[in-house]
């Protein structure tokens, strides 16, 4: 999909990580190859009843998460999606339809399955279309959680075209500014554009302060979390991931500019779809009608040129990164830079497994009757 994946090596020894991503790993945790990663999502999701077509492009779009060093956002996700299933919020068997298709714009229902089948689905359809029109937008309903929002962009830029996407979310975390009850998702925004160097343009952001995937990754590694990250109900700063977890009011990104983009999510991915308003959303248990929304530009449309409008692009950002840096052991990089250079490292040495996830992951693949493909060598102590 969007990183090839080499041939198996089932566990490679501890590895030093480059400086970058997001990813909240041991910077010494043990390394799976990706190749082992993604079979174990494919046992997982196919245990739990998923099609093989829809086990593959959900495996591709959480390990591809992975290999970016968007850790809160690859196989992490899978006891959250576990759950989601034990309680009625999802379906591994959805069936996912286009409600209506006028062109350059169409309506997806996702049927409460996981978003990347629907989001991929609206990817390609947008990139087709995008194609005739110069410009495609396609919204998707009664979703789920759908992964990291930049996998989606980025498969658009490689394709040549500028993509944005934006998502809901199942329930809220981000606290409106100034008040003491979360309202609004982390609703995340992605947006790329192609180079002609072969990696785009990437910016995959919440509009939280930190996602709720990394209060789960502080939680795992037993840490404490940034202040500015989270809130308690009396508006002070809390510090322990375990009840941020159980009652999460997250900050919003840059306060009221935060909050106004997450609801600038809210309408792109709810509103417009019909999903599920966030900040009223049912009570837990029932389906979670996520809403996502995907938006692909051929900028040859525009420009009269896509290499031209490419060649253009990495003058900027090379630009960017000639700037003086404060330290100069640390160089000025542009969105992206930080993920292609987890990526590289990971598809060499492997993708780091930390015990607790090991051992989250054995047990609910104990429980749905599937393989546990990471006990080998120590890779799951």
């Known amino acids: 999909m969007v990183a090839s994946i080499p041939s198996d090596r089932p566990v490679i020894r501890s590895q030093q990580e480059p400086a970058g991503g997001n990813g909240m790993q041991s910077e010494t945790a043990e390394r799976v190859a990706s190749a082992t990663w993604r079979r174990q999502a494919l046992a997982i999701l196919s245990a739990w009843g998923m099609s093989d077509a829809h086990a593959a492009v959900t495996a591709d779009v959480l390990v591809a998460a992975d290999l970016m060093g968007i850790d809160s956002h690859g196989l992490t996700l899978l006891p959250l999606y576990d759950q989601q299933l034990g309680n009625g919020g999802a379906t591994a068997?959805?069936?996912?339809?286009?409600?209506?298709?006028?062109?350059?714009?169409?309506?997806?229902?996702?049927?409460?399955?996981?978003?990347?089948?629907?989001?991929?689905?609206?990817?390609?359809?947008?990139?087709?279309?995008?194609?005739?029109?110069?410009?495609?937008?396609?919204?998707?309903?009664?979703?789920?959680?759908?992964?990291?929002?930049?996998?989606?962009v980025r498969r658009l830029a490689e394709q040549g075209l500028v993509g944005i996407s934006t998502s809901s979310v199942w329930r809220a975390g981000i606290v409106p500014t100034g008040g003491l009850a979360p309202k609004l998702g982390t609703n995340?925004?992605?947006?790329?554009?192609?180079?002609?160097?072969?990696?785009?343009?990437?910016?995959?952001?919440?509009?939280?302060?930190?996602?709720?995937?990394?209060?789960?990754?502080?939680?795992?590694?037993?840490?404490?979390?940034?202040?500015?990250?989270?809130?308690?109900?009396?508006?002070?700063?809390?510090?322990?991931?375990?009840?941020?977890?159980?009652?999460?009011l997250l900050a919003p990104l840059g306060?009221?500019?935060?909050?106004?983009?997450?609801?600038?999510?809210?309408?792109?991915?709810?509103?417009?779809?019909?999903?599920?308003?966030?900040?009223?959303?049912?009570?837990?248990?029932?389906?979670?009608?996520?809403?996502?929304?995907?938006?692909?530009?051929?900028?040859?449309?525009?420009?009269?040129?896509?290499?031209?409008?490419?060649?253009?692009?990495?003058?900027?950002?090379?630009?960017?990164?000639?700037?003086?840096?404060?330290d100069p052991a640390h160089p000025v990089m542009v969105a992206g830079d930080p993920e292609y250079a987890r990526e590289a490292d990971r598809l060499a040495h492997g993708i780091p497994l930390s015990s607790k996830l090991a051992a989250q992951l054995r047990e609910i693949a104990e429980r749905a009757g599937a393989a546990f493909l990471f006990e080998r060598e120590g890779a799951s102590t």
């Open 255 to 326: 306060g009221h500019k935060g909050y106004g983009l997450a609801t600038m999510v809210e309408v792109l991915s709810s509103v417009l779809s019909g999903a599920a308003l966030t900040p009223l959303r049912g009570k837990p248990g029932q389906k979670h009608d996520v809403g996502h929304f995907i938006l692909a530009l051929d900028p040859a449309m525009i420009r009269g040129s896509r290499a031209a409008f490419e060649a253009d692009l990495d003058r900027m950002v090379d630009g960017l990164r000639a700037t003086d840096p404060i």
């Open 188 to 248: 995340p925004i992605a947006f790329a554009a192609p180079s002609a160097r072969g990696q785009p343009f990437l910016l995959d952001m919440a509009t939280s302060t930190a996602a709720i995937g990394k209060l789960k990754l502080a939680q795992r590694a037993e840490t404490e979390l940034p202040e500015g990250w989270a809130l308690t109900r009396q508006g002070t700063p809390q510090r322990d991931p375990n009840l941020a977890l159980l009652d999460p």
């Open 93 to 152: 068997t959805p069936n996912i339809e286009v409600v209506h298709d006028m062109g350059a714009v169409a309506l997806i229902d996702g049927d409460a399955g996981f978003g990347q089948v629907p989001g991929m689905m609206a990817v390609d359809m947008a990139a087709e279309r995008a194609g005739r029109f110069g410009i495609s937008a396609i919204s998707i309903r009664n979703s789920n959680h759908y992964g990291a929002a930049g996998v989606y």
